[in-house]
């Protein structure tokens, strides 16, 4: 059985609970305009995105640390300036249908974003040594390109670092600490830096998980959930949003 369609998670609470990966997940290239453009085709309004610095400064959105998987090109992507990146192919890799896609910036993905009334989440991935200065950057530009837009991007990470300088760049940007195991200490952390919401690997989430995040005023999200029966038993426990790579599969609203 497909998992029941459901909107937003619940009141006081702006995002809709259907999350697509990267754009499209699987089916463009990820993190591309034309994944965009693709999941909101199939009917998403918020999209899940990766973003990181370039050599000079530019909010620019890839996932790994390296060019070599989702690129014509090889080598640490945050060592590069926006204007080598900006020439590289981003798309064929993926398909014939894809070749010659471009990096996307943030910049670009927000203007796609606030002229179709989609949301976003913005995982902080920075290039090893730069997680504060990248979490600064990210949010001090959100904070700017969503200002006064109605409801702002979610900034997550996996590093604490990262969203400690998202938090003193631009405060009043909601945050969400990402995990995929629970370490020592990370509820505390998530606490601390005042987070929204815990995005956790999906395997992790139990009842008592859920009530331990929920009764401390966070939400629950989960990732990359692409089966029926895993959705199916996140809807059960309560928890408030799924990142999905099968926008094919799964109604979004």
């Known amino acids: 059985m497909r998992p029941q369609a ?109 002229a179709n009334a989609c949301l976003l989440n913005i995982e902080i991935k920075p290039t090893p040594g730069a997680e504060q200065r990248t979490g600064e950057a990210v949010a001090g530009l959100a904070a700017r390109l969503w200002a006064g837009a109605g409801i702002p991007p979610l900034l997550t990470s996996f590093r604490p670092e990262s969203l400690q300088g998202a938090m003193q760049a631009a405060p009043a940007l909601p945050r969400g600490l990402l995990v995929d195991t629970l370490w020592d200490g990370w509820f505390d952390i998530a606490r601390a830096l005042h987070c929204v919401a815990v995005v956790a690997n999906q395997v992790l989430w139990d009842d008592a998980l859920v009530r331990q995040v929920h009764g401390a005023g966070m939400r629950c999200l989960s990732y990359t959930v692409n089966d029926e029966w895993s959705a199916q038993r996140l809807l059960a426990l309560d928890t408030d949003g799924i990142i999905t790579d099968r926008v094919d599969l799964f109604p979004p609203a």
């Open 6 to 114: 459901i909107g937003t998670a619940g009141p006081g609470w702006p995002y809709p609970r259907w999350i697509a990966h990267r754009g499209a997940g699987k089916l463009a290239p990820e993190n591309t305009l034309a994944a965009f453009r693709l999941g909101a085709a199939h009917g998403y309004r918020m999209f899940e995105c990766d973003a990181k610095l370039s050599a000079d400064g530019v909010v620019f959105l890839m996932h790994d640390t390296t060019l070599d998987r989702t690129t014509n090109a090889s080598g640490v992507g945050g060592e590069r300036p926006w204007a080598e990146l900006a020439q590289l192919d981003a798309g064929g890799w993926h398909s014939r249908a894809h070749a010659g896609e471009p990096l996307a910036t943030l910049e670009n993905l927000a203007r796609f974003c606030l």
